[in-house]
């Protein structure tokens, strides 16, 4: 087998030597707990946003609160990581994908278990505006620094794998949030949250990690050799602008998309349940433990089912390539929430069909990883990877509070959020169509240097 030639190790599984491993190994933690933070929110809102605005837990206030507050700070959160996706991007083409990616995991892992000490909902506001700069920034730095590791044959899967930390990120988000909400600290909600944000502490690790072990990108340094410092303006100069809009055109629907689904996920899950423990007549302290099983229930089942979706972009875009694997996935993304959200199912059997939606919603992200960094040579590449996947968060930031707003003024049920999830699925519908004239194929092109 052929040796490495920048660590001499020899290769291994799928022909990548150990060090290739072991880009892949940080991007993928830096990514998973990434995903991890971001989402720890949406498991405590139903807690914490009552407490935080002085509600009544239970009340009808409280559920309309709950619902208003997920999208208005989701939509902030996704602001935030926009700006956090441009602006390190633009940091690691400047000093390195290395440094960069050290200083975005310790952002949001501070800021994250930061929002435990919050006594107001204004202060968890901005504690998480912090923690969603570092999130933003995190995954084009990773994308960018696993493609330009490893051979080009091996992209595809490479990308793959690095993706798959994110559905699992949200596996450990529900796991974290049960154990500590629905086991430790069960007959204390108001101040269970709190131990979960600071459980988000935990990627704080990986960031040691990033910065002792893993060396600069070859790919980078020689990029900085042979031509001056990068300007996000050369994006949208003649060679470029049509890869950049048709990759931000895919972000925008895949990102709006998926959290107007899962930033109200556990909501549904909690709502379901709760509604199901008032026609069965149980105490309170059942409720809330109904309520926990059934927020991790319909979590795990989203996101396992994005586990799977993220593995058949391999053969997607081997067999079809790039664009026609995006034309895919929409499609399959607006039958599924058709099929989920709107006939009438038993609670049980809604929340189970959450696989077929995060199949491809979740799935889809799996060909962002490889396909972004494939539109731009490597020294625009970490600002072109995190311009379109973050600012497509700008846009798609109107999608949770839209969702949020309308659920809550349809009077909160579960029922009003199903009703709006429904109409969601026109989103990738259209977008499967535009595909076809707004994205740039790149299936057997190299890197660009």
């Known amino acids: ?21 072991l880009v892949i190994a940080a991007g993928w933690a830096g990514w998973g707990f990434d995903v991890y933070d971001a989402v720890l929110f949406n498991f405590v809102a139903p807690e914490c946003i009552p407490q935080l605005l002085r509600l009544a837990p239970g009340s009808a206030a409280a559920h309309a609160a709950v619902l208003y507050w997920t999208g208005a700070i989701t939509s902030i959160l996704l602001i935030g990581w926009a700006a956090g996706g441009v602006l390190f991007g633009w940091i690691a083409d400047r000093i390195g994908r290395k440094r960069a990616l050290f200083v975005t995991i310790a952002l949001y892992a ?18 998480r505006a912090l923690a969603s700069l570092g999130i933003g920034g995190e995954w084009g730095i990773g994308a960018t620094l696993v493609a330009e590791a490893v051979p080009d044959k091996r992209r595809v899967e490479a990308g793959v794998i690095l993706q798959t930390a994110s559905p699992l990120g949200v596996v450990l988000a529900a796991a974290v949030n049960y154990q500590i909400t629905g086991v430790w600290f069960l007959g204390q909600p108001q101040l269970a949250w709190r131990y979960v944000f600071l459980a988000g502490l935990l990627p704080a690790v990986v960031a040691v990690g990033v910065r002792t072990l893993l060396r600069e990108s070859a790919l980078w340094q020689a990029s900085r050799v042979a031509a001056p410092p990068s300007s996000p303006r050369e994006l949208f100069t003649p060679g470029l602008r049509r890869a950049t809009l048709g990759g931000l055109f895919a972000a925008v629907v895949a990102i709006l998309t998926w959290w107007a689904c899962n930033a109200f996920i556990p909501s549904l899950g909690a709502s379901l349940a709760a509604e199901q423990a008032r026609h069965a007549g149980l105490a309170p302290a059942a409720t809330r433990a109904l309520q926990a099983a059934w927020k991790a229930y319909a979590s795990n089942a989203f996101n396992v089912g994005g586990l799977v979706g993220t593995f058949v972009a391999i053969p997607l875009a081997r067999l079809l390539g790039r664009r026609p694997t995006f034309v895919a996935y929409f499609l399959w993304s607006a039958l599924a929430l058709f099929a ?98 707004l994205m740039v194929e790149t299936r057997g092109r190299p890197l660009p240097p």
């Open 1 to 21: 087998m052929a040796a490495d030639p920048l660590t001499g190790s020899r290769a291994g599984l799928l022909g990548l030597s150990g060090y290739h491993w």
């Open 340 to 437: 989920t959200f709107g006939p009438a199912l038993p609670p049980a059997e809604r929340l189970a069909m959450l696989f077929l939606v995060g199949a491809g919603v979740f799935g889809v992200f799996g060909a962002f990883v490889f396909y972004l960094p494939e539109l731009f040579p490597a020294r625009l590449r970490a600002t072109g990877a995190g311009f379109c996947y973050n600012v497509g968060r700008v846009i798609a930031a109107a999608a949770p509070f839209g969702v949020g707003l309308l659920s809550a003024d349809l009077g909160g049920s579960s029922a009003a959020l199903m009703q709006v999830l429904f109409w969601v699925g026109l989103v990738p519908l259209a977008a499967a169509g535009a595909a076809w004239l």
């Open 110 to 127: 501070a800021g994250t278990a930061a929002c435990a000490l919050a006594g107001n909902i204004w202060e968890l506001l901005v504690c």
